[in-house]
């Protein structure tokens, strides 16, 4: 399984991007989906999830802001962020969980300017 995410870049605080995820291989419909996030000097933590049925989570910092979607025709998974904040600037990567396994993608990074 590869996962390739695009979709990063300089925005304003208030400002909105999509982040975009494309995984090659595997039974995608299955798998659970996830963005995370690691901003300098700090750990990766967990942004939103949506599993194989469509439940979704999100972290208390993103909600309301973020919203997680798949499609699972196109392989492809998605982060629409609005609302961004200075706090959000990070590198932002996709990953998969297929059964017991777990994929990263190489991240994009997402820098929002006050």
């Known amino acids: 399984v590869q996962l390739q995410a695009s979709g990063g870049g300089l925005v304003q605080a208030g400002g909105s991007l999509r982040l975009s995820c494309a995984a090659s291989g595997g039974r995608f419909s299955s798998a659970v989906l996830a963005w995370y996030r690691q901003a300098p000097g700090k750990v990766r933590e967990s942004v939103a999830l949506?599993?194989?049925?469509?439940?979704?989570s999100y972290a208390d910092s993103v909600k309301g802001r973020f919203t997680i979607s798949r499609d699972n025709a196109k392989n492809m998974v998605y982060l629409q962020t609005n609302s961004l904040k200075p706090e959000d600037t990070a590198v932002y990567y996709c990953?998969?969980?297929?059964?017991?396994?777990?994929?990263w993608g190489q991240g994009t990074q997402v820098t929002v300017s006050s």
């Open positions: 949506i599993g194989s049925g469509g439940g979704l």
């Open positions: 990953n998969a969980v297929y059964g017991s396994a777990m994929y």
